[in-house]
């Protein structure tokens, strides 16, 4: 069984930084790949972010300069870093792996940029 758990999420102003952990419990061998999407009121649950097991990462154009996701070293562990915060980029933000053509997401984690 897969688990994933999101932490990191707040409240932050505009133009200030934040940085998501999802942290995958069970039996994961290299997980193919881990990626953050987000999800909006109102809106459709969005690719925000996606790292391979090789290290190669994907962004929205939306976060390309602002954001940037790593792994962990023990390959269980992804993060996203968020850097000048804007007021829409205030969502839900969910962990997905991907490992052996199944899914697993995490709960999610709020982040809310406003003054």
């Known amino acids: 069984q897969v688990q994933l758990v999101e932490s990191g999420g707040g409240l932050v102003q505009p133009g200030g930084s934040l940085r998501l952990s999802c942290v995958a419990s069970?039996?994961?061998?290299?997980?193919?790949?881990m990626s953050w999407y987000r999800q909006a009121p109102g809106k459709e649950r969005e690719l925000v972010a996606g790292i391979t097991r090789y290290g190669n990462t994907n962004y929205a154009e939306s976060v390309k300069g602002r954001f940037t996701i790593s792994r962990g070293n023990a390959k269980n562990t992804v993060y996203l870093q968020m850097n000048s915060l804007k007021p829409e980029d205030t969502a839900v933000y969910y962990c997905?792996?991907?490992?052996?053509?199944?899914?697993?997401w995490g709960q999610g984690t709020q982040v809310t940029v406003s003054s």
């Open positions: 069970g039996t994961i061998f290299n997980a193919d790949v």
């Open positions: 997905k792996l991907a490992l052996g053509g199944s899914s697993y």
